[in-house]
C-alpha cells in the first residue's frame, strides 16, 4: 500500500486553513452557482481545519467578490492591445505546417 507520509497530509492541510467562500442564503436545496442569485445576501465562510465557520456577511455577490478578493480592486486595469494576443502566430503543436 502506498501511503503519504502523514507530515506531507497535514502541510497540504494547513496550507487551506484560512480560506473564505461565500455561500448565497436562498432557500432551497443547498448553494448553487454564484450567477444566479446575484443580489441575494451572502454568508462569508472561513475554512479553520475542521468546519466552515461564519466570518462575515455580504449584501450582495459583488460585496462578497470584494472580501474574498480584496486585491482585485487595487490593480489597474492594462491598456487594451497590450498583453499576448490568443490568436498570435506561432508554432503550436496545434497548428497546421
Known amino acids: ?3 503519504e507520509p502523514l507530515s506531507e497530509w497535514v502541510e497540504r492541510r494547513d496550507a487551506k486553513i ?3 467562500r461565500a455561500v448565497p442564503v436562498v432557500p432551497g436545496d443547498g ?6 442569485n446575484p443580489d441575494a445576501p451572502r454568508v462569508i465562510e472561513r475554512w479553520n481545519g475542521h468546519a466552515w465557520e461564519p466570518h462575515a456577511c455580504a449584501a450582495g455577490l459583488a460585496d462578497a467578490q470584494r472580501i474574498l478578493y480584496p486585491e482585485a480592486g487595487n490593480t489597474p486595469a ?3 492591445g497590450e498583453g499576448r494576443q490568443p490568436l498570435a502566430p506561432g508554432t503550436g503543436r496545434h497548428r497546421k505546417p
Not at 448553494?31 to 444566479?36: D, I, N, S, T, Y
Open 78 to 80: 492594462s491598456p487594451p
Open 18 to 20: 484560512g480560506r473564505l
Open 31 to 36: 448553494p448553487k452557482g454564484a450567477h444566479l
Open 1 to 3: 500500500m502506498d501511503d
